[in-house]
């Protein structure tokens, strides 16, 4: 069992539970435009309104390129992830026909994302 926050462009927050949680097909859901709503756990949101979607208690905390994603709203958000492709993420925030995009296990509105920049961790030598 997975606990997940929904934000909302209203500014509403709600944690749901679910079985399972994979960031890309929410992703692929939110992007769908044959759907109106979308069903996460037994949560049912307007596709819209999703602002952001992060876990909560998330077991993936490796990673090995790390991120801060810096929101509209004055968030600033760490994340780990493997796959950071910063001319993809572009590209997809640059899209009107994307509604959201995935960075590593988190999912945000595209119009919620201010920056995203890759933390380069500086090599000290030890005497």
């Given at each position: 069992?997975?606990?997940?926050?929904?934000?909302?462009?209203?500014?509403?927050?709600?944690?749901?539970?679910?079985?399972t949680y994979n960031a890309q097909i929410l992703n692929e859901q939110l992007n769908n435009d044959d759907l109106i709503t979308i069903l996460i756990g037994d949560f049912i949101i307007q596709r819209i309104d999703v602002?952001?979607?992060?876990?909560?208690?998330?077991?993936m905390t490796e990673g090995t390129q790390k991120l801060k994603v810096?929101?509209?709203?004055?968030?600033?958000i760490e994340i780990l992830t493997n796959d950071y492709d910063p001319y993809f993420i572009n590209e997809?925030?640059?899209?009107?026909n994307t509604i959201t995009v995935v960075i590593g296990d988190y999912v945000f509105?595209?119009?919620d994302v201010k920056q995203i920049i890759q933390v380069k961790e500086?090599?000290?030598?030890?005497?």
């Open positions: 069992m997975r606990t997940i926050e929904i934000h909302t462009h209203g500014g509403l927050k709600h944690k749901v539970q679910t079985e602002k952001r979607i992060s876990p909560i208690d998330s077991p810096h929101t509209n709203g004055g968030k600033e997809k925030l640059n899209s009107n509105s595209r119009i500086e090599v000290t030598e030890q005497l």
